[in-house]
């Protein structure tokens, strides 16, 4: 039995390179869901936002039959397809984040942007999955193993490298490029910023600091205490990349 599959945009990115074409003849003797069929190939479930078995959407439970065509596409961004979408999980109302251990430096840009992006330099994949899950939040990752997980619903491949271009990658993604809130998170530990009065964390500060500022925010997890020193002109550059105002 065979069936033909059609990958499309950047689900190519995922296949072998001789099959980065898209189109897969699928050879098989025993009929298996058509999630498991997309996987073999190595698009994880959570890059899918359609599936077409002859026209007509599926989920992922369908079942390959001798003779299927099938389409499958990753996330819309132009257009609204929601009324054809069978495969794609309920929405988080709130986006939250976690994040493996090889995207720290993403973390950070998240966080500075204000998007609550939890991360620890040394997760297991069980302990990951579980955070998700428990806490509603998109598992990001460049491990397509990973995301192969049945477990895992909501979760996202970073296809970039460079955390700039990352952050530019997860801002189009979820559409958040009007939620940005800059210095509302501790780039230490992920706890929100409050403004604080100087005199409370003055025995904190270094003698320089003291003497030339003035407004301060401290993390209410950590206590960290910050102020707006030489070192914001680069996070504001990276806040300006992020909101699209230079390149």
């Known amino acids: ?53 002859n026209g007509e959407s599926v989920d992922f439970s369908y079942q390959v039959v001798d003779g299927d065509r099938i389409s499958v596409y990753p996330m819309f961004e132009a257009f609204d397809v929601s009324a054809l979408v069978r495969v794609r999980p309920q929405p988080l109302r709130e986006v939250r984040f976690v994040l493996d251990g090889h995207l720290g430096k993403l973390a950070r840009h998240l ?6 992006a939890r991360y620890a330099n040394d997760p297991t994949d069980v302990d990951l999955v579980a955070i998700s899950n428990s806490e509603r939040r998109v598992l990001l990752t460049r491990d397509v193993g990973l995301l192969k997980r049945g477990s895992v619903t909501h979760g996202c491949f970073v296809q970039s490298t460079d955390p700039r271009e990352q952050v530019r990658e997860i801002l189009s993604r979820f559409q958040l490029a009007d939620r940005i809130d800059p210095y509302t998170r501790c780039l230490a530990c992920n706890g929100s910023l409050e403004p604080i009065d100087k005199q409370d964390v003055a025995d904190r ?35 300006a990349v992020a909101r699209g105002a230079e390149c």
Do not use: N
Request: overall charge positive.
């Open 1 to 53: 039995m065979r069936a033909e599959l059609r990958f499309y945009a950047e689900l190519k990115g995922f296949l072998a390179p001789a099959r980065r074409s898209g189109t897969v003849t699928h050879i098989f003797r025993v009929p298996g869901s058509v999630k498991d069929v997309i996987e073999s190939y190595g698009v994880p479930h959570t890059e899918v936002d359609l599936i077409l078995a």
């Open 111 to 116: 966080r500075l942007l204000g998007f609550d």
């Open 205 to 239: 500060l270094p003698p320089k600091t003291r003497e030339l500022y003035d407004e301060f925010k401290s993390c209410t997890t950590c206590r960290k205490v910050y102020w707006r020193g030489a070192h914001h002109q680069r996070l504001d550059r990276i806040i």
